[in-house]
């Protein structure tokens, strides 16, 4: 079965400072996707960036990029100059093979402090 | 179109009673999901329906749970015979393709008393 790990349950960054989550993944499929979603306390969950796991290149979205390691099965989130808005559970995601469901890890609680 | 909703936002329903939630997904979207989240954990999948089709269900999803999608568009998550256990966030999410972006509601959190 696919697995996605999240091996920070908690993180912190200052304002204008960088911080990267972490998330590894177990999968046997060699065209796949991985996401992140960001979950700000007691609202919904929003896609934060999209990886195809066909593509080389790293994705980015503004202040946040991910360094995706195919070989390591490791895709992690750089958030720079971080906000504090940027203050969310994030989840790291990866879609099943039949793309019938995402299966998420169990989350890193990111806090910003001014 | 304003996103995934889903009603209600929050039902308190007493042990063996049964409970049903709607999910109204972004109306071009074919695809739609059920997830249960707990506290401070990552949301399960529950059951995936491509248009009217219940084409995936999850061993979570007990034969307590039974989802439908009437002609593809809204759908209905309902519990039967509601225990402690079923106490949870009940998140629906639609998307317009394989791997793309899923859009998610607010969510119905579920008590059970």
């Known amino acids: 079965a696919q697995t996605v790990t999240q091996s920070q349950p908690e993180m912190s960054v200052q304002e204008a400072e960088t911080v990267t989550l972490s998330c590894t993944y177990d999968t046997s499929e060699s065209d796949y996707y991985l996401f992140w979603y960001k979950q700000p306390p007691s609202r919904q969950m929003i896609l934060v960036i999209r990886q195809e796991a066909y593509k080389q290149q790293n994705a980015t979205e503004n202040r946040f990029s991910v360094n995706f390691q195919k070989a390591a099965k490791s895709f992690s989130l750089k958030i720079s100059d971080s906000q504090l808005g940027d203050a969310a559970m994030y989840f790291c995601a990866s879609e099943n093979q039949a793309g019938t469901a995402l299966i998420f890890g169990k989350g890193t609680t990111l806090s910003v402090s001014s | 179109d304003t996103g995934v909703s889903q009603d209600p936002r929050h039902k308190i329903t007493k042990r063996g009673q049964n409970v049903t939630f709607r999910c109204d997904p972004i109306?071009?979207?074919?695809?739609l999901y059920w997830y249960r989240q707990t506290l401070g954990q990552g949301p399960e999948f529950l059951t995936y329906?491509?248009?009217?089709?219940?084409?995936?269900k999850s061993r979570l999803l007990s034969d307590r749970f039974s989802a439908e999608r009437p002609k593809g568009s809204f759908s209905t998550l309902e519990i039967q015979r509601t225990e402690q256990g079923d106490s949870a966030m009940y998140l629906c999410?639609?998307?317009?393709?394989?791997?793309?972006?899923?859009?998610f509601g607010q969510g119905t959190r579920l008590t059970v008393v």
């Open positions: 999410a639609s998307s317009l393709n394989r791997g793309a972006e899923a859009f």
């Open positions: 329906f491509q248009n009217e089709a219940q084409l995936e």
């Open positions: 109306s071009e979207h074919n695809r």
